[in-house]
């Protein structure tokens, strides 16, 4: 079992930026793509964005591209998501999400990370 904690979220103003974190512990997360998804109240979850185990390949969501970048340190079994140009519409709770290989589906999620964007 993959255990991934999210963290690095807040209350920042628009045009402000956060960093967030997904440490993953637990069984091997050798191999492992991840994923960035956020949730607004009332809203169905998005994603935000994903990287495959070697960096390799980097996707984003259209709502979020040019903004924010997904990266990792697989030597700290860290993921992170680097959040710029923050809006209000970002605010949401933001998960981590891990799938042994970028075809399979996600089988592991974080607690959640609040981000709010205050105007």
């Known amino acids: 079992q993959v255990q991934l904690v999210e963290s690095g979220g807040g209350l920042v103003q628009a045009g402000g930026s956060l960093r967030l974190s997904c440490a993953a512990s637990?069984?091997?997360?050798?191999?492992?793509?991840t994923g960035w998804f956020r949730q607004a109240p009332g809203k169905e979850r998005e994603f935000v964005a994903s990287?495959?185990?070697?960096?390799?390949?980097?996707n984003t969501g259209d709502s979020v591209k040019g903004r924010f970048t997904i990266s990792r340190d697989n030597a700290k079994n860290t993921v992170y998501l680097q959040m710029n140009s923050l809006k209000p519409d970002d605010t949401a709770v933001y998960y981590c999400?891990?799938?042994?290989?970028?075809?399979?589906?996600?089988?592991?999620w974080g607690q959640g990370t609040q981000v709010t964007v205050s105007s």
């Open positions: 999400a891990a799938k042994p290989s970028a075809q399979s589906a996600y089988e592991h």
């Open positions: 637990g069984r091997t997360f050798s191999g492992y793509a």
């Open positions: 990287i495959t185990w070697s960096s390799t390949y980097t």
